[in-house]
Each structure stands twice: as structure tokens, then as C-alpha cells.
């Protein structure tokens, strides 16, 4: 997969991942299907000619299906089963790392902001490759909903994610409350234009992530809660009711993993994982900050439990990468899904900054 990928050199991503799909002469077959547009008035009828979206990739039992759009019309290429890996592991809990750290969180459709911030610090190069060697990127959350490039994103991560672990290194996509909003078919903060792709592919947007697409399984393999050597990574946080529970990162992962068999109806009636999805749970809390945050000796219990001394945290939304309990919170949502600006958290023995969108950096 890598060899194939890094064999089309230059090209973009988008065009890149096209490319694997579509131009490739593995594919069996391929058909355009033009879209039926009665009914719809005229504005809606030229968003929809112009408009471009995809690869999404389908497994059926017979074969691969990669469907994009391409001005309007739904263009399906067919390939064998085994031309790419379907299937990805779970992904671990704990990580070492004597390496540099960079995490960001909140791109929200806001691709062309990420790829900034990760060229002005070196994450990635002038091609949009890895360049940032044996270090760990870690992105807390929310890929999904809000703005318009979020496949961009998720294609970008796909293949950054190959270059990393070639050159020693690490991405660690963990999933926000956006992501499993769109899993479980909660569509409330979806950008018009994926209206577009549900007409055009004739499904709810959420298939398009179900268990038998490509991108569904890989995202289905991502964690929720990571600790890489003394640092907890999470996107809203962990909540002194949740600490109670005394589950390990994995069990919390696992538990997520296991929920997304269910519907979010089940997940309701579920003892056992419903606490997941509430205020408090650790895709949407946002307790370490406002004016009823947690107590500093609530957190150090917390993190005490989980033998760490720090927590990443997204979701809570600001203008830049925050301290607070004394560097105890680092707070990395710096409001990107505003399209204007941004920041990533950089992370070594040494220091803690901020890493501004001009390429400077800031001590925290
Ligand atoms: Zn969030």
C-alpha cells in the first residue's frame, strides 16, 4: 500500500487517493452514472454540476467499489478485494516516546488551516509528506462536522499515518464527540455540501463510514484515550465520575469500540457504556475549565490514577493553546473551525509551546 501510494510522488493528496482509485488499470470495471435533478431549483442544480467529493471506498463480498463525484456525477470504479488492506487493528493505549510531541485537535472541515500549522512546524514538508521523523502527532478529536474539506482531512491522516510509521514515527488520530456523532448517524453540524454527496450516492452520509467501507473500519481501529510516556490524551477530558469508575485506557477504548455495534438508542439503554456519551464522559466534558471547574485535588487524583502528570485535552473551545492548573491542562482547541486561524501544542522534555501559525513558537 505504502509503495503503491509513495509511487505517485507529487501528486496532492486528493489527487493522490483519486488516483489509487480511479486511475489505476487494477480496476475491473467503471461506470458514470449522471444524476437525476427534477425537482431541485436551478442555484441547488449548478452546486450540485460543480461539485466534487470523494473517494469513498466500499467493501462488498465480491469486490472493492470506489465512488467519487466529479462534477456532478457519480463516477464508480471496481477493483479486486485484495488491492488495498481492509482491515486495521485496534490501536494500542500507551505509548514511549523519547521523541518530540505535536498535537492539534478541532480541524472541523478546516483542512487547508491543518496542513498550515503542520508545514510552519515542520510536522510535514512542502509536499505535504511526514517530515517530523520519529516524532508523535497527536490529533484530539473532531475531524468531522462544520466545515467542508473534512475527507480531505481523514485522506490526509490515512496516508500520513504510513509515512510516520516508515520514518519511526507516529499519528494518533483519537476520536472527538464529532466523530461518533456522524458513526451513529447524528448528522446536526453536517456542511451543506455532504447534503450534496448524500443525493448523489443515494445514502445517509453515515454509510459512508459504516463498518463496510475503508475509511468506517479504520476509524472504527482509532482510540479515544491515549498516554503517551507521562501525558494523557483525551478530547474533552476525564471527569472525576468517570475516574470513579477506575477502567483502564484501554477498557475506556474498548467500551467505545464495542458501543459503535449499537445504535445510539441502545447505547441509551446500556449501563455499561450509555456514562460514555454523557456531559461528563471523556468526548464531551468540559469540566476542567469555566467557573465551576474541577478542583486542582479532584485532578491530581486523576491523573494520580492514571500515572500521569498532565492532560491534552480539545472540545472547549479558545484562541489559542492554553495552559492551566499550572500546565496540568493543556488545552489544544484553538478555535480552527472559525477558518481564520490556529495553533498546535509542540511537546518535548524540555518545554511546552505553542506553535503559532506564523511558525513561531511560544513557551507555555
Ligand atoms: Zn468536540
Not at 479532584?298 to 473551545?317: D, F
Amino acid at each position: 500500500m505504502l509503495l503503491i501510494l509513495q509511487s505517485f510522488g507529487r501528486i496532492g493528496l486528493r489527487g493522490l487517493m483519486c488516483a489509487l482509485f480511479q486511475v489505476l488499470s487494477f480496476a475491473v470495471s467503471a461506470n458514470t452514472t449522471d444524476v437525476n435533478l427534477t425537482g431541485v431549483s436551478k442555484s441547488e442544480q449548478q452546486a450540485v454540476l460543480d461539485y466534487n467529493d470523494g473517494p469513498y471506498i466500499f467493501i462488498t463480498p465480491q469486490h472493492l467499489q470506489a465512488k467519487s463525484i466529479r462534477q456532478g456525477k457519480v463516477v464508480t470504479h471496481v477493483y479486486p478485494l485484495n488491492h488495498i488492506n481492509t482491515s486495521f487493528a485496534a490501536e494500542a493505549s500507551e505509548f514511549k516516546t523519547a521523541e518530540n510531541i505535536a498535537a492539534i485537535s478541532d480541524i472541523h472541515g478546516q483542512h487547508k488551516l491543518f496542513i498550515q500549522l503542520l508545514k510552519a512546524h515542520h510536522i510535514i514538508d512542502h509536499d505535504d509528506k511526514w517530515s517530523f521523523g520519529a516524532g508523535h502527532l497527536v490529533i484530539v478529536g473532531d475531524i468531522f462536522d462544520r466545515g467542508p474539506q473534512v475527507l480531505d482531512s481523514l485522506w490526509f491522516i490515512f496516508e500520513l499515518e504510513q509515512q510516520a510509521s516508515a520514518a519511526g514515527g507516529k499519528v494518533h488520530f483519537l476520536l472527538g464527540n464529532h466523530e461518533y456523532m456522524v458513526l451513529l448517524g447524528d448528522l446536526r453540524y453536517l456542511h451543506a455540501n455532504y447534503r450534496h454527496t448524500e443525493k448523489l450516492l443515494n445514502q445517509p452520509y453515515q454509510a459512508l463510514f459504516n463498518q463496510e467501507t475503508l475509511l468506517g473500519r479504520w476509524l472504527r481501529s482509532k482510540s479515544s484515550v491515549i498516554k503517551i510516556n507521562d501525558t494523557l490524551f483525551v478530547h474533552g477530558g476525564i471527569s472525576k465520575a468517570l475516574a470513579e469508575r477506575k477502567l483502564s485506557l484501554a477498557e475506556i477504548n474498548n467500551k467505545f469500540r464495542q458501543s459503535l455495534n449499537l445504535s445510539r438508542a441502545e447505547i441509551k439503554l446500556n449501563k455499561q457504556l450509555a456514562y460514555l456519551y454523557a456531559s461528563d464522559g471523556p468526548i464531551w466534558y468540559r469540566g476542567y475549565f469555566g467557573d465551576n471547574k474541577l478542583q486542582s485535588n479532584e485532578l491530581n487524583k486523576i491523573l494520580a490514577q492514571y500515572q500521569a502528570k498532565r492532560v491534552v485535552v480539545g472540545h472547549t473551545s479558545s484562541n489559542q493553546v492554553e495552559s492551566h492548573y499550572s500546565g496540568k491542562v493543556l488545552l489544544v482547541d484553538s478555535s480552527i473551525k472559525k477558518a481564520e486561524s490556529g495553533e498546535i501544542l509542540l511537546l518535548n522534555a524540555e518545554q511546552t509551546s505553542r506553535g503559532l501559525l506564523s511558525g513561531k513558537v511560544k513557551s507555555l
